[in-house]
């Protein structure tokens, strides 16, 4: 069982992991993720994520506006796809008046998806 309290090269281990594992960042018509931006995304997965890395294989991201281009309160839409070793992928969603907004959303949902997830495979 591994402890709470993990030291400096182990976090930095973890954070190798996790950063290495496949992340796909997808798009609508509507939605250009320049490179700079796309960077910022991996690092905000990899860091919110990392506890999870020895579950994890793979993260896919779909930011999508659901107007369009117009102007509307909470159009835009991200969909977090998690895939767990040995298990179905689990799917998160979230809206927000910004990306930013809705990303954040999305990844607080899976966090607790997978906190439930996997604390039922450790009780079992």
């Given at each position: ?8 090269r ?9 950063k ?8 609508d ?37 659901e ?8 159009d ?6 998690a ?27 899976i966090?607790?998806?997978?906190d ?9």
């Amino acid at each position: 069982m591994r402890s709470a309290i993990l030291t400096f090269r182990e976090k930095i281990k973890l954070y190798n992991n996790l950063k290495s594992m496949t992340k796909q960042i997808n798009t609508d018509k509507n939605l250009t993720v320049h490179k700079e931006y796309a960077n910022q995304l991996e690092t905000l997965l990899t860091e919110k994520l990392v506890r999870f890395e020895d579950y994890l294989t793979r993260l896919e991201i779909h930011l999508s506006d659901e107007n369009g281009n117009k102007d509307a309160l909470n159009d835009k839409k991200c969909l977090l796809e998690a895939r767990l070793k040995g298990r179905q992928p689990i799917v998160t969603s979230a809206l927000g008046n910004t990306y930013d907004q809705a990303i954040k959303g999305a990844i607080d949902k899976i966090k607790v998806s997978l906190d439930t997830i996997i604390g039922k495979l450790r009780n079992h």
